[in-house]
């Protein structure tokens, strides 16, 4: 249900107070879990996706904020190896939108994943021998992303070569911001993943900043339906999702201020230190 504009925010700004909806966090810590997009959430938009990184301090926060939740983790489209060099074991990892998983520091992958491998592989060759000029190809294992960011004018052929590789080879095409994927016809994204990592918990809390969050934040419904709490964060960043933001119950500018958020939980809920 879309929120009105008195939708809370959560800030970077010197004096701004967490959010009221954030104290269910606090009362019962061990039973809540902190689950996390990466690019455009913890990560500003770069030009080279491998030099994003997380804000300044936010790794450290989230590992000391790792024993007191009961869970702490990131949910990504970006691939586990990726993810693994950026990212402790202390923190729990789903890269490919839940195709590659990380708890505890063991990897699981997706029981069909392997075999759509040498597929993605195949068809990753064909995109950048005869894809549109200006279109940046990024294999990601058992997915791949097509990017116009850099030429936004090629859009319309983006999407016109992907569904013609989806065609060809099988796999679903779904849209991210300023790109398309291709993945396996598997039933997994960051909903079915959440699903998984968020069992036994009485409180979630998701941040994320694109359309490929929104099944998150329909998981979220299930925890709520079961008498749990589901706290959805929208980031905006300059080229927001409004259906996103609209399904938030806390809206936040920028990856900076989610930073700011995760600054304060550990403040509240661990020793200095």
Request: charged content about 25%; hydrophobic content about 45%; aromatic content about 4%.
């Amino acid at each position: 249900m879309p929120k009105s504009r008195t939708t809370p925010t959560i800030s970077a700004a010197p004096g701004s107070r967490l959010p009221k909806i954030f104290e269910r966090v606090l009362v019962s810590p061990s039973t809540a879990g902190l689950f996390l997009d990466f690019d455009g959430t913890l990560s500003d938009f770069v030009d080279d996706p491998a030099a994003a990184r997380p804000h300044d301090g936010a790794v450290d926060d989230l590992v000391a904020l790792a024993p007191v939740l009961g869970r702490v983790a990131i949910m990504s489209g970006r691939p586990l190896a990726f993810l693994e060099a950026v990212f402790p074991t202390a923190i729990d990892l789903s890269g490919l939108y839940g195709l590659e998983i990380r708890v505890g520091g063991v990897r699981t992958d997706h029981d069909q994943a392997g075999a759509w491998r040498e597929v993605v592989d195949d068809i990753a060759s064909m995109a950048r021998a005869r894809g549109p000029e200006g279109m940046r190809v990024e294999p990601k294992g058992v997915s791949l992303t097509l990017h116009y960011r850099e030429h936004p004018e090629i859009e319309a052929e983006v999407r016109t070569w992907a569904a013609t590789l989806a065609a060809r080879s099988g796999l679903n095409v779904r849209s991210a911001r300023m790109s398309v994927e291709l993945h396996p016809p598997i039933e997994a994204d960051k909903g079915t993943a959440i699903t998984q990592l968020a069992d036994g918990l009485d409180v979630v809390v998701y941040a994320g900043d694109d359309v490929g969050d929104l099944p998150a934040f329909g998981a979220l419904d299930g925890l709520q339906a079961a008498g749990g709490t589901g706290i959805r964060i929208a980031v905006r960043n300059a080229e927001p999702s409004e259906a996103l933001v609209a399904a938030a119950d806390v809206v936040a500018e920028c990856p900076a201020d989610v930073a700011a958020l995760l600054r304060t939980l550990r403040r509240r809920l661990t020793r200095p230190g």
